[in-house]
């Protein structure tokens, strides 16, 4: 499947807020090409030559739900630092059946807020996270079953692709009466 900025299912439509299904495991031909032909969009789309070529929105991760695929399947790709010789160090995952086995009641929260791929207004508000977590899934990255430890900026990221599972958008979590409340001791990621 070609993935571009017009496969996204947008936020207006209902199809977006439907719940995902589990995905048979091991994974059949189909669902593991469209997972790494998710996996490939967030990771061209940081690219400004391959997304200006074939039309991507910068990402940092993808639900399958976003291009009308209810099946919970998910990739992520962002950089984190650079090691000795300024290469960058990436948290990538081409995920299935991703679940949140247990998180921090510690939150967390970006400072300028959360965008998606399926939501084209900018919504204000901070979108508190638990900051850290454990998630359960196949990555098909590494062809086994991984138990992910996250935290901070990667915990935010798993979090936001994993609500889409449940048909829940960012800003759902957005305090409607004080989008900008505080809460206290919860961590400010910049």
């Keep these: ?30 669902d593991s090409k469209l997972l790494m032909d998710m996996f490939k969009y967030v990771k ?78 900018a919504h204000q508000g901070y979108i508190y996270r638990s900051h850290r977590i454990k998630v359960k899934a196949f990555d098909l990255l590494t062809n086994k079953d991984v138990l992910i430890k996250a935290s901070g900026y990667e915990a935010i990221v798993l979090q936001h692709e994993i609500d889409h599972f449940n048909g829940v958008l960012f800003y759902d979590h957005i305090n409607k009466i004080n989008p900008f409340q505080e809460v206290s001791d919860a961590i400010k990621i910049d």
């Design 44 to 121: 061209d789309s940081k690219d400004e030559q391959l997304a200006k070529k074939y039309n991507l929105r910068a990402a940092v991760g993808l639900a399958a739900v976003q291009i009308g695929v209810n099946k919970k399947l998910l990739a992520i790709d962002f950089d984190v630092d650079y090691d000795e010789f300024d290469n960058p160090i990436s948290v990538s995952y081409a995920l299935a059946n991703a679940k949140i086995v247990s998180a921090s009641a510690k939150k967390t929260y970006l400072a300028g807020g959360e965008a998606c791929l399926s939501v084209d207004i």
């Design 1 to 30: 499947m070609n993935i571009s900025v017009e496969s996204f299912t947008k936020d207006d439509s209902l199809k977006i807020r439907e719940k995902s299904v589990d995905v048979k495991l091991p994974l059949s031909n189909e």
